[in-house]
């Protein structure tokens, strides 16, 4: 999986279907991280996170977190960056 650049689409608990676009794969608690942007049609953002794991493929695959301490974790990092900007 590619660090940036990638984009993909992702249902909304409200079932429309929306593009995200990848920010960064990051390592949270030794565990790969997938950070990606979805862009709303009234100029605001959404980031939303998901694990990045192999499939038995072997192919990367996106899995929801679920944990609120991780969730945690990476919206102070998010909120980090966007102070530095």
């Known amino acids: 999986m590619a660090d940036q650049g990638q984009r993909i689409q992702i249902q909304l608990e409200?079932?429309?279907v929306v593009d995200a676009d990848l920010l960064k794969i990051?390592?949270?608690?030794?565990?790969?991280?997938?950070i990606y942007m979805i862009e709303?049609?009234?100029?605001?953002?959404d980031i939303v996170y998901y694990?990045?794991?192999?499939n038995?493929?072997?192919f990367d695959e996106l899995k929801e977190i679920e944990e609120p301490e991780v969730r945690d974790k990476?919206?102070?990092y998010i909120m980090s960056r966007v102070g530095q900007h």
């Open 40 to 45: 709303n049609s009234d100029g605001s953002v």
């Open 56 to 58: 038995e493929g072997g």
């Open 51 to 54: 694990y990045v794991i192999k």
């Open 74 to 76: 990476l919206n102070r």
């Open 14 to 16: 409200n079932g429309k």
């Open 26 to 34: 990051m390592e949270v608690d030794e565990r790969r991280v997938a």
